[in-house]
């Protein structure tokens, strides 16, 4: 009896501490709502026009094996400007208008992803085929065609045995492929510090008047041996090409964009006009080490 009676004490106790504890937890619950209910949908984004024409532009280029790297946005005189064969006093350093951080030594925001070529080749030899997507900065006025931020994507393959013939054949292909569209392409001659030869190619179409017209769309050349030099890669044995392409002008053009500034204002009824893919992320992707 004994026995019994204390079980049942503490059967009792139990209870009356279970109880006051399923008590506490309900005013908990009334006081959060009630927490088994679903949450509120959360809206998918949509990919920024930017990012779908940078995985584009990335994907054909992977499919003919070159990787993707990157370097950061804030950089050195000697990345930017002087391993790119643009001594101190080069008159072309007055064409990138530069935002500077700090002066002697100079550190700034570079002012093109031609920077990152020399840091893949600085920590990668030959064979190379290597493309840099990023944001680049220049202190110009923000209008429908310019703003002080854009961005770019650096190509660079140096190998042996690489001419001029290899550099049109795989540029002519890229627009053809990201344009859906056999286009004419125009190879004009041009300066750049880094490259020698320079080119610029247009891309021709009819105008409204049915007049032949070209537009520029992207920078390139053989990568000058100065360059090689600086990087410590024997230019007698190996030569490769560079180009730059205008991510935001592409966009532009494949999408018929007339004013920049709609890519900077994050009107989220503009942007989900662009779609969302999500087996469009690139791959293949492996940045640099440092
Ligand atoms: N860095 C040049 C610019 O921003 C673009 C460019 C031109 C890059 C020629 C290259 C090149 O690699 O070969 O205007």
Known sequence: GQALNNLKKSAEIKVTDLTATLEGVASEKSFYGDLTRPSEPIELGSRHPISLVKNQIIEVFNRIGFTVSEGPEIEDDWHNFTALNLSEHHPARDMQDTFFIEQNPDILLRTHTSSVQVRYMEENKPPIRTISPGRVFRNEDIS?????????????????????ADLKGILHNFLNVFFERDLQVRFRPSYFPFTEPSIEVDIGYQGEDGEQKWLEVLGCGMVHPNVLKYVKIDSKKFQGFAFGIGIDRLAMLKYGINDLRAFFETDYRWLSHFGFDPLDVPTNYIGLSK
């Open 144 to 164: 429908a065609r310019s703003h002080c931020i854009f961005h770019q994507i650096e190509g660079l393959l140096v190998d042996d045995n690489i001419s001029f």
